[in-house]
Every structure is written in structure tokens, then in C-alpha cells.
């Protein structure tokens, strides 16, 4: 008897050790999504369209199943996200930023900058 529970035991210490490795699935429909910029307002100036590419670099940020890449031109970073009612939260290096999510677009707001970013249906998976 004592045999069978010392295997029954280390058998659900195994399985124990193997959920814990897998970690959680993200189910997220942000998973495997691209968004790029769509435009940009700061202190009272919106910049979209052609005048938006003509002042500034593009930029994505796209979303793995465990992180995210923000690219901003020459600037590039990863980071980790989660998402609850409708906003993302991303953290890269020691920042967090809340990005809502309102009428298909993602807002990216960084020191007073106001960055939106649409949903890019051809990077889609």
C-alpha cells in the first residue's frame, strides 16, 4: 500500500512540475496582430496621412503570444503585455503604459504624445 502511494505521489509531482512549465496560454485576439500608426497629436496638432509619413518614421507594435515589439522608427524594443476590458498594458524596460483600445484603435500616450495605432489586416499571422 505504502508503494502505491509513494508512486501515485510522485506521479502527480511530475504532472505538477510539467504545468508549471508550460505556462499559461494567451488566447488574446491581439495575438499575432500588427498595428501600426495611424497618426500622431501632440499639444493641439494631429499629424495623419501623408504629412504624418513625411515628418516621422514608421512604427508597429506587434503582439506574440508572450511578448511585444515596438518599433519607432530606429528605435526598437520588446516588452511583455496583457490585455483586460479593452486595455493593453505593455512593460518594457521598467515602464508601464496602459493602451486603451476605442473604435479599432490603440492609444499609445507617452509624455503628452498621443499615438494611435490601427489594426494591420495584411501582417495579420
Do not use: H, Q
Request: proline residues 1%; contains cysteine.
Amino acid at each position: 500500500m505504502k508503494k502505491r502511494l509513494s508512486i501515485l505521489l510522485a506521479i502527480l509531482m511530475m504532472l505538477g512540475a510539467m504545468l508549471v512549465g508550460c505556462g499559461a496560454k494567451n488566447d488574446s485576439v491581439y495575438v499575432g496582430t500588427t498595428w501600426t500608426l495611424n497618426s500622431v497629436e501632440a499639444e493641439g496638432i494631429v499629424l495623419e496621412g501623408e504629412l504624418l509619413a513625411s515628418a516621422m518614421d514608421a512604427a508597429t507594435i506587434k503582439f506574440d503570444a508572450k511578448k511585444v515589439t515596438l518599433n519607432f522608427g530606429t528605435e526598437n524594443g520588446e516588452g511583455t503585455w496583457s490585455e483586460k476590458d479593452n486595455v493593453i498594458t505593455i512593460k518594457s524596460d521598467g515602464e508601464t503604459i496602459e493602451c486603451p483600445i476605442t473604435d479599432s484603435k490603440l492609444l499609445f500616450e507617452l509624455e503628452g504624445t498621443k499615438m494611435y495605432f490601427v489594426k494591420d489586416e495584411k501582417a495579420e499571422k
